[in-house]
């Protein structure tokens, strides 16, 4: 048997009423995701991974301010990173995140345009 058969396949949807451990967790990440730096970041990397110079070039954040909302995204565990030669590329850590900051921006448009809200 190989390490990927004993490994439950990873699910999308968790049911159950959450307890207090998954409430405090959940709002950790809501609490990340408040600050529009960080939320423009995590957006930028569901779109593609990315270094700090690229995700500056996209922001209008100075590269000190993104590299420190980068350094709390992963010691938060929501970015991961990997050298590529001199660089650090950044990639957002999780699938159910992506969906998140995804959904949440659509939401926003939905407010920002007045596009009426869907199911």
Do not use: C
Request: aromatic fraction near 4%; charged fraction near 20%.
């Amino acid at each position: 048997m190989t390490d990927r058969q004993l490994q439950p396949e990873p699910s999308l949807h968790h049911s159950g009423s959450p307890d207090d451990l998954r409430l405090e967790a959940g709002a950790a990440v809501f609490k990340m995701l408040a600050d529009p730096t960080r939320l423009h970041l995590l957006w930028l990397l569901t779109q593609s991974p990315a270094d700090v110079t690229a995700l500056v070039d996209h922001t209008a954040a100075s590269r000190t301010s993104v590299s420190q909302h980068l350094a709390k995204l992963r010691f938060s565990g929501l970015v991961t990173t990997r050298k590529e030669g001199q660089r650090v590329v950044y990639s957002i850590a999780d699938g159910h995140l992506a969906r998140l900051v995804r959904e949440g921006m659509n939401l926003a448009d939905h407010r920002v345009t007045g596009e009426p809200i869907h199911g």
